[in-house]
């Protein structure tokens, strides 16, 4: 009895610590074969169609209304204190900072993240990657490694849309709903947003988040048992682990970026 | 799908992307108004700085000139010495003073300055020797029951 269960805590032990030095040398052999991603562009431009602008959708409408809310919300707390003319310096900070990269990256794990699992789980599980090994096509070059860049490029560009978009809906609830004036909602924005420190901050989160998710969203369909309901299991893993993923990431981020800041 | 409306759909997709971050960078951010390549140092020595924090404005006559680069303890003289980093376009008379001053009652801290009337001009490294500490609530209040006090023992 005793027995069996440290069997299990080992047997387990083991599979977790194969799992890991299987992703990173998955992670690897994806960056040493990403020259075929570059060469033949053409891949790289198909898989950001399906990541990047099927996902426009959802993100600017997600980000139109998370930024009227904000709007709404903050307007609400900050006239109790008569500043009501913070409400652009509050929308644009913590769109820029926070809800653009962490929410464009957990709607962009569950839109792309999803999709990219379910479709290689499947070409593995119909015997489409060793088709292609045996045809002496790499399938990391063909298949992953454009999806892998696809994905990095497109989510910097979907977090700053989602964050233009949300400030655009602040603007249309502050100012033509409620009526804070213009003037101050656009110069107190302006003059609190720093270009380095909070711009160019929440960009590079959007790419560590974009690596994150498609590294994580590739391993899981690659890794996935050739089975149906191996690919939908891996399918919300996907999800699931990517969320995770990227608000512990947040965390660190923040925590080293903001740092010395207040 | 046709390959050139897969184009299309991407380019216009990229072209978004960075507009979205052109407006990020030119609307609703701004750089920091004084970069480190235009820009002079000059040290002020208060007695206590309050609540001051770096990256404070500086301001003269309510025009922000610059902002606190640096605050440190001086362990020789005792007292705070904080650099101020000034707009290069700006110049200051050697006998200018300098305040700590808060906006509003219970708004940020920030150094003000008061040109003098000198006509040689502070250069990089230099000290302002005109200082006025930050006005800390605690010593005001304590100051103003030693007076209660004291006009109360004397009557």
Redesign the interface.
């Known amino acids: 009895m005793l027995r069996q269960a440290i069997e299990n805590l080992g047997n387990r032990t083991i599979q977790g610590v194969w799992r890991v030095g299987f992703a990173s040398r998955f992670f690897f052999a994806m960056l040493m074969h990403s020259g075929t991603a570059f060469r033949r562009f053409g891949l790289t431009i198909r898989e950001m169609y399906f990541t990047g602008v099927l996902s426009l959708i959802i993100i600017l409408v997600s980000g139109l209304f998370v930024g009227m809310v904000l709007g709404l919300q903050g307007y609400e707390t900050l006239q109790r204190f008569g500043a009501e003319s913070a409400l652009g310096t509050l929308v644009a900070l913590s769109l820029v900072r926070e809800l653009g990269p962490v929410l464009a990256g957990l709607l962009f794990a569950s839109r792309a993240g999803s999709a990219i699992t379910a479709e290689i789980g499947l070409m593995k599980a119909t015997e489409q990657l060793s088709a292609m090994e045996m045809m002496a096509v790499d399938p990391i070059a063909r298949v992953v490694a454009p999806r892998f860049w696809a994905g990095v490029i497109s989510m910097p560009l979907l977090a700053a849309l989602f964050s233009a978009m949300g400030i655009f809906g602040g603007y249309l609830v502050g100012v033509h709903l409620i009526g804070v004036d213009e003037g101050t909602f656009w110069s107190q924005m302006k003059s609190a947003v720093d270009f380095q420190q909070d711009i160019i901050n929440g960009v590079i989160k959007s790419v560590v988040f974009g690596v994150a998710i498609t590294t994580i969203a590739l391993f899981e369909g690659y890794d996935a048992p050739p089975t149906a309901e191996g690919v939908s299991g891996a399918t919300t893993r996907t999800v699931v682990t990517s969320s995770l993923a990227v608000l512990a990431l947040d965390f660190v981020l923040t925590a080293f970026m903001f740092r010395g800041l207040s | 799908?046709n390959?050139t409306v897969?184009?299309l759909?991407?380019g216009?997709?990229?072209i978004?992307?960075?507009a979205?971050?052109l407006?990020?960078?030119l609307?609703?951010?701004?750089?920091?108004a004084v970069s480190a390549s235009s820009s002079y140092e000059i040290v002020a020595r208060f007695d206590d700085i309050g609540g001051l924090?770096p990256r404070a404005p500086v301001k003269s006559a309510g025009v922000v000139v610059g902002r606190v680069a640096d605050i440190r303890f001086d362990n020789k003289t005792f007292d705070a010495a904080v650099t101020l980093r000034l707009d290069s376009r700006y110049a200051f008379p050697k006998d200018t003073s300098a305040a700590i001053m808060t906006s509003g009652l219970l708004g940020e801290q920030y150094v003000g300055l008061e040109a003098g009337g000198d006509s040689q001009v502070l250069k990089n490294k230099d000290q302002i020797l005109i200082t006025q500490s930050a006005v800390v609530l605690e010593n005001l209040i304590g100051r103003f029951m030693y007076g209660q006090a004291q006009e109360g023992a004397s009557q």
């Open positions: 799908m390959k897969l184009d759909w991407v216009l997709f990229v978004a992307g960075v979205a971050l407006f990020l960078a609307k609703v951010g701004s750089t920091s924090k």
